[in-house]
């Protein structure tokens, strides 16, 4: 295969630097540093334009593996609970759609399924007694990462058996803030080395759902086993989508039987462009399921880029006293956070020592955890994070037993410090560990999104209802932010 050097630095670009790219990507490796240049102009597509369209349509149900999907968005509900009258309370709510926290990330393919098809049953049920008409979105990785194809299989099925067959399924990964783009069918990561395609990322390599492929075409027929080949994914290249020629309307009327869209997206506006587009083709009868990252999921609901939380709200927000962060997340990023957090804020650091928990001295080391913690929050904030060296298991199947194993131990250690020491505030870091903390260890079934900590990453919450009504609580991804960014984030929560 043949590569190229592309510097992609200079005006438009999401990254900068060096990286050596194949030829067949297209512009990107075409053009180096100016492959802005030359595409279409930019489209105008301002947020009040879609939120104006929503007036009338279905409501978004948001299915999201983890926390980390409502980083981009403000003031809209989110549940940890699936129980009908839970998803009663979210759509009494005047927002044009909601968030529900399934976590199915970190469980096995059959839980995960079974899941989704409580949730999306409950859905339907709640929105049939209010007389509303739902859409739903599987919200998922803007690296790749998840349960795919099985769980919008699984919401086609259910779909299906509510008379109300899918007609396709629109891909769309793209995360903006985090210079997570899709052009020329290839999805690219921003890194510290420029634009980067997915397959060569580090999350490429996850344990449990990696993958080689970069162009999503070939990442569809990759994950579906062939079931769906190369050949079967429709791409709606930018220049269509920016262009004239009604190519995004006529792939949407023309979709049929499940096949797979996708769509090109460098800017948010191309994404409410198509948004606008599935509205209406969803007000002439078409029925998707949306596969997508954060980003699409703002546009849907007619939000824009928002400015992070002043610290004037902050100040409103937190208690007196320190915080507290739970650290899963075993990324590369997380982990120079976590150097840079150290060194700058120097935080109380007690370690989850992955060996004891997976070799059966989980609860003694928990008991050990907690009292550490519980102590040093009177004098400094305090870290509680999982060893570094991540440990494998002889399969993918192990390899997820042995994440929940952890994940549990260090949901359990902070419900218990929250309980000894009620912290200011809550920070979790890593997608499992957000959803974990959140439902076992903060109680917190019904929440606001209430905004960011930092431009369109880390959202903070307040809950509704629980144990944990006014504590904030702040989802954290683990593959997001620069070095500094945990700091960055710790440091405005403690008033520094």
Request: aromatic share 4%; proline share 5%; hydrophobic share 45%.
């Amino acid at each position: 295969m043949e590569l190229r050097s592309v510097a992609v630095v200079g005006s438009g670009s999401p990254g900068g630097g060096m990286a050596q790219v194949p030829a067949e990507y297209g512009v990107v490796a075409a053009r180096g540093a100016d492959w802005a240049d030359g595409l279409p102009v930019p489209l105008d597509v301002p947020p009040e334009r879609v939120a104006a369209a929503l007036a009338g349509a279905r409501r978004l149900v948001v299915l999201d593996d983890d926390p980390t999907g409502t980083q981009t968005v403000r003031d809209v509900p989110v549940l940890t609970r699936w129980g009908v009258d839970d998803i009663a309370w979210a759509l009494e709510q005047d927002t044009p759609g909601f968030f529900v926290l399934t976590n199915t990330r970190s469980l096995s393919p059959e839980d995960a399924a079974q899941r989704n098809r409580e949730a999306a049953e409950a859905a339907l049920t709640a929105a049939a007694r209010a007389g509303v008409d739902l859409v739903f979105a599987s919200r998922s990785d803007s690296t790749l990462r998840g349960h795919f194809p099985l769980e919008t299989d699984v919401l086609s099925a259910v779909l299906a058996a509510h008379d109300e067959p899918v007609d396709g399924v629109l891909l769309s990964p793209a995360y903006i803030d985090a210079g997570r783009v899709t052009l020329d069918g290839v999805h690219w990561l921003r890194s510290p080395s420029g634009l980067t395609p997915a397959g060569e990322s580090e999350f490429a390599r996850d344990a449990t759902f990696g993958y080689r492929a970069s162009r999503l075409s070939d990442w569809v027929e990759e994950k579906t086993g062939g079931r769906i080949p190369r050949a079967g994914v429709r791409l709606v290249t930018l220049p269509e989508l920016r262009g004239s020629t009604g190519a995004l309307q006529q792939a949407l009327s023309s979709a049929r039987e499940g096949g797979v869209l996708v769509v090109d997206a460098v800017t948010d506006d191309d994404l409410r462009a198509t948004a606008l587009a599935v509205v209406e083709a969803e007000a002439a009868g078409i029925r998707l399921i949306y596969r997508v990252g954060p980003s699409f999921v703002r546009a849907r609901l007619g939000q824009g880029a928002h400015q992070p939380l002043t610290d004037s709200q902050l100040d409103e927000l937190t208690g007196d006293g320190h915080g507290l962060i739970a650290i899963g997340s075993h990324v590369g990023l997380t982990t120079r956070q976590l150097d840079r957090l150290a060194a700058r804020v120097d935080p109380a650091l007690i370690e989850v020592d992955v060996e004891r928990i997976v070799t059966g001295d989980a609860a003694s080391h928990v008991d050990e955890v907690v009292a550490r913690a519980a102590t040093a929050l009177s004098d400094a904030p305090v870290v509680v994070s999982t060893s570094r060296r991540l440990r494998l298991g002889a399969t993918a199947a192990d390899s997820l037993d042995v994440s929940r194993r952890v994940s549990a131990a260090l949901t359990e250690a902070v419900r218990r410090i929250v309980a000894a020491r009620r912290p200011a505030y809550v920070v979790a870091k890593g997608g499992i560990t957000s959803s974990d903390i959140a439902t076992h260890s903060l109680g917190i079934d019904r929440a606001m999104v209430r905004g960011s900590l930092l431009p369109g990453i880390v959202s903070l919450w307040q809950a509704e209802s629980g144990p944990s009504l006014g504590l904030p609580y702040v989802v954290f991804a683990g593959n997001v932010g620069d070095d500094d960014a945990l700091a960055d984030v710790v440091e405005r929560l403690e008033g520094r």
